[in-house]
């Protein structure tokens, strides 16, 4: 059983363009959070969650915004999508916000032209 | 601000050969830290971690000590096969109420070759 999914696994847009990429958890962790990986395999943390809650907001431009319907989901919408965003994203979760291992899903490659 | 610093990749080596990733940190306050690695294709996963100074985390046969008084947690193994072939991070966590986030270093690619 996968214990963080995220779709799509690649995703080839046009700039200007609105997208979303979901994660998915069933772990049964309170803390989810989003990461961008550069070109250069740098690797940020973008969000953070617990419980439905924003807890970790990095700068990050508004035209990302992400999404939780419920602790298991973490989604990431972009709009009005830029050349500079093309990375590999990649949803995590914990048990909680403090100090608990983090996974990791397989990670989404976006790609904008 | 807290900061990781790993050594450059990549790094080939021959199988069996003996591996040192070096990665030094900067923080404020008492990290844990960790090391992840990520095979080709696929998510991070957690190799090892130590919370506080002169633990040493071990997996796998990788192993790393918190050093607190060179700020240093370098990952080490005896002897390598072409199936650790990936990119090994180094991060930190620093705890901040009940938030907490990993701050990674750039990656270093480790390749094995037979």
């Known amino acids: 059983d996968t214990a963080v999914s995220q779709t799509p696994k690649y995703l080839v847009t046009q700039m200007g363009n609105d997208k979303s990429i979901k994660c998915e958890q069933n772990?049964?962790?309170?803390?989810m959070y989003w990461y961008k990986q550069d070109s250069k395999k740098f690797l940020k943390i973008m969000f953070s969650y617990n419980n439905k809650e924003l807890i970790i907001n990095e700068t990050v431009p508004n035209r990302f915004s992400p999404k939780s319907p419920d602790k298991a989901h973490l989604n990431l919408h972009i709009n009005s999508l830029e050349l500079g965003d093309s990375a590999v994203y990649f949803c995590?979760?914990?048990?909680?916000?403090?100090?608990?291992?983090?996974?990791f899903g397989p990670g989404t490659r976006l790609t904008v032209l | 601000g807290n900061s990781v610093t790993q050594m450059e990749g990549p790094v080939t080596l021959s199988e069996e050969a003996f591996l040192t990733i070096n990665c030094t940190y900067t923080a404020t306050g008492y990290p844990s830290l960790f090391w992840y690695v990520q095979y080709p294709g696929e998510g991070l996963q957690l190799l090892l971690k130590a919370t506080k100074a002169d633990d040493k985390g071990s997996n796998k046969g990788f192993e790393a000590t918190y050093r607190k008084e060179t700020t240093s947690f370098h990952l080490e193994k005896g002897s390598v096969q072409v199936s650790d072939s990936a990119v090994y991070f180094c991060?930190?966590?620093?705890?901040?109420?009940?938030?907490?986030?990993?701050?990674f270093g750039t990656g270093t690619r480790l390749q094995v070759t037979l």
């Open positions: 995590a979760s914990s048990r909680t916000g403090s100090g608990d291992e983090q996974f």
């Open positions: 772990l049964g962790h309170d803390t």
């Open positions: 991060a930190l966590r620093l705890n901040t109420g009940t938030a907490s986030k990993l701050t």
